[in-house]
């Protein structure tokens, strides 16, 4: 079977976060179960210079896009086993980040005419399965169901779309419907990829994909609810019978505390003690912080932005940090985020140290140099952190919505031999300074914390399983 994945980034080219390893992955998983897959993705200005793989050009061909005529260079390489297909145009992607454009709009109806032209003109094997990532190629189903309707070469052709986070519904005019993608305004009348007074291409997608996924069996659940649905889910709903949630893993040759070579030892979950501690002191070292072994190190790995808690982070850790306990944090995103973590580093210059901006050596570090790891997240449809924290025997400490509900068995539930973090369930600054105030006193008991610390990294959430029910998926649609 081949499977063609349709992401805006993936893994290891470029990167804003989990969707980009979740494709990779993926991606990984499927090949060693011996299928074929190909990832397509735009060629952004950034990855051109540090691109170290060899890139070649196999085609070029023109996007008409309304009255614009766009040229797209087609480029290729191959990464552990997986094809990569990379569409460049200097216009639209040879910029400094990835999105957050006034244009991205049209960017992406650019990338998404690209997909769809490069199918169409034969200049790449037509897929079995084309797996659509969120918002950014949302059209692409409607293209081939509206426009080739006909067409037998796309009559077998079956497609998925994976909604990794609800709240980027990619919406736009009613007017550029027809310029941006070809497509009868009609469309717009009769409902079909209309959004209130306007259209979104997530809202689109659900519609017209053969089968939608998203990325654990409690967002689903969430998604159908008019709280978690973020508008979507009357759309969701009537397509009810083609809806799953499919939690995702991690990459656990990537992440593994037994030989990591970005960390100060190794450690494994029947030995792990001086390991850890060790990382730890590295950790601290790193951010120029003393080391009083009596207070446990609460770490944050995240983008900055609203949906991952960090405002009751500010609020909720102070009581924790009087006390003498340490907080180290990385990311960057939006600016009163980052603002809210500097507060804290000028209040406790002893005790927190804050990164901000992206350095993969340090989120390491942290993985496993922290005791405790912070995701206190308003949403989060599965969410990567708190799986890789588990791994480094790093307990979780959550608020319980989405995956971190699927992967996190807090102690306040659970037994000690159950147990591998904490969490909470309102979303309170007071909800979270109960979770934290349970971790700190459970960290000064070490049998305990060292108990939970063992059933965290014997949590298993690598890609095996999901891996097969994707295939599962894929192959049901082959077969309708
Ligand atoms: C999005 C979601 C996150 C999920 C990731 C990968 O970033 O916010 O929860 O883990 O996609 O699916």
Redesign the pocket.
């Known amino acids: 079977m081949l499977v063609l994945m349709v992401s805006s980034e993936a893994n290891p080219l470029a990167k804003t976060?989990?969707?980009a390893?979740?494709v990779y992955a993926l991606s990984k998983e499927l090949v060693s179960s011996k299928q074929e897959v190909a990832i397509v993705m735009p060629l952004y200005g950034t990855m051109f210079k540090d691109i170290n793989y060899p890139i070649r050009q196999i085609a070029s061909f023109d996007v008409i896009l309304g009255w614009r005529n766009q040229r797209a260079n087609l480029f290729t390489t191959l990464i552990d086993g997986i094809t990569y297909y990379l569409i460049d145009n200097e216009y639209y992607f040879a910029r400094e980040g990835l999105y957050g454009y006034g244009d991205d709009t049209e960017r992406f109806a650019f990338f998404t005419q690209a997909v769809y032209d490069m199918l169409k003109q034969g200049v790449v094997p037509l897929p079995d399965i084309v797996h659509v990532?969120?918002w950014q190629a949302g059209m692409l189903p409607v293209l081939f169901k509206e426009r080739e309707k006909g067409n037998p070469l796309f009559a077998k052709l079956k497609t998925v779309l994976?909604i990794?986070?609800p709240?980027f519904q990619g919406i736009f005019s009613q007017d550029l419907l027809t310029e941006f993608y070809g497509l009868p305004h009609q469309l717009y009348d009769n409902g079909q990829v209309r959004f209130g007074n306007q259209v979104s291409t997530l809202k689109s997608a659900i519609v017209y994909a053969d089968m939608i996924t998203?990325?654990?069996p409690t967002?689903a659940e969430e998604l159908l609810t008019s709280e978690g649905g973020k508008g979507l889910n009357s759309v969701i709903e009537l397509r009810k019978g083609r809806f799953v949630g499919i939690l995702?893993g991690i990459d656990y040759q990537e992440f593994n505390p037994e030989n990591d070579k970005y960390l100060a030892a190794h450690y494994s979950p029947e030995n792990f003690s001086a390991g850890k501690s060790l990382c730890r002191e590295q950790l601290l070292k790193t951010f120029h912080l003393t080391n009083d072994e009596k207070r446990p190190l609460f770490g944050l790995v995240s983008?900055l932005t609203w949906?991952k808690g960090i405002d009751l982070i500010e609020k909720a850790i102070r009581p924790a940090l009087e006390k003498g306990d340490y907080f180290v944090a990385l990311g960057s995103g939006e600016k009163s985020c980052e603002d809210l973590l500097e507060n804290l580093r000028r209040e406790f210059p002893e005790q927190v140290g804050i990164y901000l901006g992206y350095n993969n050596t340090l989120a390491h570090e942290i993985y496993a140099g922290s005791d405790i790891f912070l995701m206190p997240?308003l949403?989060?449809?599965?969410?990567?952190?708190q799986m890789i924290a588990l791994r480094y025997g790093t307990l979780p400490l959550v608020r319980y919505t989405?995956?971190l509900k699927d992967t996190v068995l807090g102690y306040e539930n659970n037994s000690v031999a159950k147990a591998n973090g904490f969490g909470f369930c309102e979303y309170s600054p007071e909800a979270l300074n109960q979770a934290i105030m349970l971790a700190t006193k459970t960290y000064r008991n070490s049998k305990v914390f060292s108990r939970l610390i063992q059933n965290a990294m014997l949590a298993n959430n690598d890609w095996k399983k999901s891996g097969e029910e994707y295939l599962k998926l894929y192959q049901q649609l082959k077969e309708e």
């Open positions: 976060g989990g969707l390893d979740v990532h969120d994976t990794h986070n709240a998203t990325v654990s967002h995702n983008r949906q997240s949403f989060e449809p599965c969410g990567t952190g989405g995956g």
